[in-house]
């Protein structure tokens, strides 16, 4: 048996246009003039309306954040370490209006700048190397002078 619909319904979905208010920017800079443009940007009202700043440490979003709010320039970070509820809480504000600017990181630099960070620290056996104790370091530095020594006598 073959089944059908009966009475089927055509659902015509239509988006709401976005009527050209959305933009990017990139802004090419010395890294020391970063923090100067931004403040530029945002007092001269260039850019307006919502605002969505990515940055690539959550170092550098508080950096950021610190220096609008010297400025009372209302903006709020978004990342990783927060709770599931605090994070759902500043994106509610943001869409509501309350926080005009987010400063959003990108968990991705920071996570792999930590495992680099983790394997450097921790002992590589898959390569075998292995670490002496520095008394046995220093009985070899001792060994090697004296041959050394002894090579310069002959």
Do not use: W
Not at 71 to 94: C, D, G, K, W
């Amino acid at each position: 048996k073959a089944r059908m619909l009966k009475k089927p319904v055509t659902l015509k979905l239509e988006e709401p246009r976005v009527s050209g208010k959305l933009s990017q920017f990139y802004f090419v800079c010395r890294k020391d003039d970063r923090y100067l443009v931004l403040y530029t940007l945002l007092k001269l009202q260039l850019v307006q309306g919502k605002i969505l700043l990515f940055v690539g440490s959550i170092d550098a979003a508080y950096r950021i954040r610190i220096l609008l709010e010297r400025f009372s320039i209302n903006s709020a970070v978004l990342n990783s370490e927060l709770p599931h509820a605090t994070r759902q809480n500043i994106i509610q504000a943001f869409n509501q209006g309350v926080v005009e600017l987010l400063i959003a990181t990108d968990d991705g630099v920071g996570a792999q700048a930590d495992s680099d960070a983790e394997e450097e620290q921790a002992p590589s056996k898959a390569k075998g190397v292995l670490k002496k104790p520095a008394s046995a370091q220093a009985a070899e530095a001792g060994e090697d002078e004296e041959e050394d020594e002894e090579d310069d006598m002959e």
